[in-house]
C-alpha cells in the first residue's frame, strides 16, 4: 500500500459493525445537548405562556431530529474513524450555535446576527451534514444514490419554511396573525421531516447494531433525566438558605427523577435492546427501531423536560419570604405542566411496552389516569405539597409495577447480566492474545 493509499484509507469512512457500541464521540456530541436541553428550559421558564410552551415542544423536535441523525449516523459508520470525527465536531458546532440562536428563533431579539436565519442555517449544516455522510458512503451504488437525492430534499423544504416563519410574520400588521402563522410554519416544518423520515426511512434506515441503537437512545434519556436535576440543583439561582422546605424539595425531586429512572432502565431498556436483537427480519427491526425508539422516546424526553420546567423555579419561590410556608399555591397550568410531563414519560413507557413486547402494563396506565386526575385538586395545594402528592402517585405505580411482575422481569434481567459477561469474557479473551 502506497502513501497515497494510506491516506485515502485515513480518510475513509467506514462501515459499523453488529456488535458495536457506543464511541466516546458519541458522548461527545451528546454534551450539546446537555446544554440544549437546558437552555431551552430555561428560556421557556422565564416567560411560559401556551404559545411559548408551544415553541418549546417545537424546539424540541427539530432538536431530538437533529440528535437521530447522529444516531443513525454513528449506527451506520464508526463514528471516530475516517472523517467521521471531523464532520462531528463541525455538526456540534453547529449545533451548539443553533442552541445559542434559540432565544431569537422566533423573533429577533436585536442582536448583530438575525437570529431566525442563524436558526435555520445551523439547521441546514446539522442535517445536510448528516445526510453527506452516508451520500458519500453511497456514492459507488446508483440505486442508493438517487434515494440520496430524495433524503435532501425534506431538510431543505423545512429549512425554507423555516426561513419563511423567520421572515415573513414581521412584515405583518396583526400581531395576532402573524404568531399564528409562523406557528403553522414551524409545524410543516417539523412534519416535512418527520413523515419524510417515516417514508424513505423504510427504505434507507438500517440498524446494523441493534445493542448500539438502544445504548444510544438510553443515554439521551438519561441526559433528559440529569436535566431534571440540573433545573432542581440550579433554578433560577444558586445559594438558597439550607431550611426545611430547601431539603424537603430537594429530596423529593431526587425521589422522583429516581423513580423515572428505575421505570425505564430497570427493565424495559434491557428488554427493548433484546426485542431489537430478536427481530431478524430486517423490515420488523426497522419498524421496532423507527416506532419505539425514534417516535416513542421523543414524548418520553419531552415529559422529563416538561418535569425539569416545572422544577425550575420551585426551591426559589418555597423559600421566598414573600410566598407562604410551603411555597405559594401551585396553580393549574403548573400542575399540568408538572403531573402532565410524568404522565407524559410513563405513558411512553407503557406504549414502549405494549409495542415492543405486547405487554399492556396496568399499573402504569392507572398511573398516569391518577395523575391526569390529581391536577385539579394539587392547582390548591402549596407547591411543597403538590411535589409530594407526585412523588407519592409516581413512586407507587412503579413500584406497584416492579411488584407485580411474574418472573418476566427477572428473566430479562438475567438475560442481560449473561450477555453483558460474556461480551466481558470475550474481551477478556482478545486482549490476553493481543494486548
Avoid at 202 to 214: K, P, T, Y
Avoid at 381 to 389: K, T
Wanted: proline share 5%; glycine share 8%.
Amino acid at each position: 500500500m502506497g502513501d497515497g493509499d494510506a491516506v485515502r484509507w485515513s480518510w475513509a469512512v467506514r462501515r459499523s459493525a453488529p456488535g458495536s457500541r457506543t464511541t466516546r464521540l458519541e458522548l461527545f456530541y451528546d454534551l450539546v445537548f446537555v446544554f440544549a436541553f437546558l437552555s431551552v428550559t430555561t428560556l421557556t421558564a422565564s416567560v411560559l405562556t401556551p404559545a411559548n410552551l408551544y415553541r418549546f415542544l417545537l424546539v424540541l423536535a427539530l432538536l431530538w431530529w437533529s440528535w437521530t441523525g447522529f444516531a443513525r449516523m454513528g449506527n451506520a459508520f464508526r463514528a471516530d474513524q475516517g472523517m467521521l470525527p471531523l464532520i462531528g465536531v463541525v455538526t456540534v458546532a453547529a449545533t451548539f450555535l443553533l442552541v445559542l440562536s434559540t432565544p431569537s428563533a422566533f423573533a429577533n431579539s436585536g442582536g448583530w446576527l438575525p437570529g431566525p436565519l442563524v436558526f435555520a442555517a445551523c439547521y441546514f449544516v446539522i442535517r445536510t451534514a448528516q445526510l453527506t455522510v452516508f451520500a458519500w458512503a453511497d456514492r459507488a451504488d446508483p440505486a442508493r444514490r438517487r434515494g440520496l437525492r430524495m433524503r435532501f430534499l425534506a431538510p431543505t423544504v423545512a429549512t425554507a419554511l423555516l426561513v419563511v416563519a423567520g421572515t415573513l410574520p414581521g412584515r405583518l400588521a396583526q400581531e395576532r396573525f402573524a404568531v399564528g402563522l409562523q406557528l403553522v410554519l414551524w409545524t410543516l416544518a417539523l412534519l416535512v421531516e418527520y413523515v419524510a423520515g417515516a417514508i424513505l426511512g423504510r427504505q434507507w434506515w438500517v440498524v446494523l447494531s441493534a445493542g448500539h441503537w438502544a445504548e444510544r437512545h438510553a443515554l439521551i434519556v438519561l441526559v433528559a433525566l440529569g436535566e431534571s436535576l440540573i433545573a432542581l440543583g440550579l433554578g433560577p439561582k444558586t445559594g438558597l438558605p439550607l431550611t426545611g422546605p430547601v431539603a424537603v424539595a430537594a429530596l423529593l425531586g431526587v425521589v422522583i427523577v429516581a423513580t423515572l429512572w428505575w421505570a425505564y432502565f430497570d427493565t424495559l431498556s434491557f428488554a427493548l435492546e433484546q426485542a431489537l436483537h430478536q427481530a431478524r427480519d430486517q423490515a420488523a427491526r426497522l419498524r421496532l427501531a423507527r416506532t419505539v425508539y425514534t417516535f416513542l422516546h421523543l414524548p418520553m424526553v419531552a415529559g422529563i423536560i416538561l418535569f425539569a420546567l416545572g422544577l425550575k423555579d420551585l426551591l426559589a419561590e418555597a423559600t421566598s419570604p414573600a410566598t407562604p410556608a410551603w411555597g405559594p399555591p401551585l396553580g393549574a397550568f403548573w400542575a399540568g405542566i408538572l403531573f402532565g410531563g410524568v404522565g407524559l414519560y410513563l405513558l411512553s413507557i407503557a406504549a414502549c411496552w405494549w409495542l415492543a413486547e405486547r405487554r399492556v402494563r396496568p399499573p402504569l396506565l392507572v398511573t398516569v389516569l391518577a395523575l391526569v386526575a390529581a391536577v385539579p385538586a394539587v392547582a390548591l395545594l402549596h407547591e411543597l405539597n403538590a411535589l409530594v402528592v407526585l412523588a407519592v402517585l409516581a413512586g407507587a405505580g412503579v413500584a406497584w409495577e416492579t411488584r407485580r411482575e411474574d418472573g418476566y422481569r427477572r428473566r430479562v434481567r438475567q438475560l442481560a447480566l449473561e450477555e453483558q459477561i460474556a461480551a466481558e469474557a470475550e474481551q477478556s479473551r482478545w486482549r490476553q492474545q493481543h494486548l
